[in-house]
Nanobody
Framework: QVQLVESGGGLVQPGGSLRLSCAAS????????MGWYRQAPGNQRDLVAG???????NYADSVKGRFTISRDDANNMVFLQMNNLKVEDTAVYYC?????????WGQGTQVTVSS
């Protein structure tokens, strides 16, 4: 089975930084594509950044140049470094992976950007 646990959210001022972590309990982690999604109140859950097992990354246009996704295969971890945060980045951030037709989510971590 797959378990994902996010951490690292919090309250930060505009222009600040946060680093989110996702600890994955799963087999063959190094082969898995992982993603970070976010959902603000009243909005759908959208992809923020993704990383393949080979380390290829992709980003939503709104976060390009500010966010960086990375992974530590030795410790089954995925990270999202968020710099120059904006008020509109406020959301619950979720870690995600897929196994065939199954999709797995963490419980989410709240990121609030406010002065």
């Amino acid at each position: 089975q797959v378990q994902l646990v996010e951490s690292g959210g919090g309250l930060v001022q505009p222009g600040g930084s946060l680093r989110l972590s996702c600890a994955a309990s799963m087999s063959f982690f190094r082969l898995a594509s992982m993603g970070w999604y976010r959902q603000a109140p009243g909005n759908q859950r959208d992809l923020v950044a993704g990383i393949t097992g080979g380390g290829i990354t992709n980003y939503a246009d709104s976060v390009k140049g500010r966010f960086t996704i990375s992974r530590d295969d030795a410790n089954n971890m995925v990270f999202l470094q968020m710099n120059n945060l904006k008020v509109e980045d406020t959301a619950v951030y979720y870690c995600n992976t897929k196994r065939g037709i199954l999709e797995f989510w963490g419980q989410g971590t709240q990121v609030t950007v406010s002065s």
